[in-house]
């Protein structure tokens, strides 16, 4: 039972362009978000998270909304840069402070020249 | 500031065999998850633990085991190995406890498993 859906397992988003991926949940416990990037051959770094109290939070060119009575979060990254390619996985907790994170099978990025 | 190291980075076992993997926290770290990603799969919780006992353990059979040691570096042992347990076996040390709230988890590159 997948906890934590991505259905887009690629996209591809010109550079420049905007990037949106999105994620689902069905665990109503969550209250805690966070999107990890992962380049082939290194772990998972993580990249933003966002806690059920706001909904939206941004870091730089990444910005993370949240709508709980959806059970969607979606990630923007505004401009698409060629770096920005890689997997991204969509990942929640039922506590802020807890390490026990269920991850998405993850979106894989392809920013085009 | 070290990051987190996994040793090895890849082995080959045989079904029915034993493996362990091992894993250095990064500094400051006192809490250790590990992770298994299978092909095309997101990374699945497998257990936590923190002070040197074990603190969560996801949907895996008992033949996975963990240690902490006093040094906060870890190990993972899987016993009977199973072709289906032919992964990326990902580390991640964290802080609880922290200040910063969040326990904010830090990957190694992992230890990738071929059960033949």
């Known amino acids: 039972d997948q906890q934590v859906k991505q259905n887009s397992p690629s996209l591809s988003v010109q550079e420049g362009r905007i990037s949106i991926l999105n994620c689902d949940y069905t665990?109503?416990?969550?209250?805690?978000f966070l999107w990890y990037k992962k380049y082939p051959a290194e772990g998972p770094t993580f990249l933003i998270s966002?806690?059920?109290?706001?909904d939206k939070n941004e870091d730089g060119r990444f910005t993370v909304f949240l709508n709980k009575s959806a059970k969607h979060l979606s990630l923007h990254i505004v401009p698409s840069q060629p770096g920005d390619s890689a997997v991204y996985f969509c990942?929640?907790?039922?506590?802020?402070?807890?390490?026990?994170?269920?991850f998405g099978k993850g979106t894989r990025l392809h920013i085009l020249p | 500031e070290t990051g987190v190291t996994q040793s090895p980075t890849h082995l080959i076992k045989t079904r029915g065999q034993q493996v362990t993997l091992r894993c250095s926290s990064q500094?400051?770290?006192?809490?250790v998850s590990w992770y298994q990603q299978a092909l095309g799969q997101g990374p699945q919780f497998i257990f936590q633990?923190?002070?040197?006992?074990?603190?969560g353990r996801g949907n895996f059979p008992p033949r996975f085991s963990g240690l902490q040691f006093p040094n906060y570096s870890s190990e993972l042992n899987v016993n009977a190995l199973e072709l289906d347990d032919s992964a990326l076996y990902l580390c991640?040390?964290?802080?609880?406890?922290?200040?910063?709230?969040?326990?904010?988890?830090?990957f190694g590159a992992g230890s990738r498993l071929t059960v033949l």
């Open positions: 665990n109503s416990m969550f209250d805690y």
């Open positions: 990942a929640a907790s039922a506590e802020r402070r807890d390490d026990k994170i269920i």
């Open positions: 991640a040390s964290s802080l609880v406890g922290g200040h910063s709230g969040a326990n904010v988890l830090t």
């Open positions: 966002i806690s059920s109290i706001k």
């Open positions: 500094s400051g770290h006192n809490t």
């Open positions: 633990y923190y002070r040197e006992e074990e603190n």
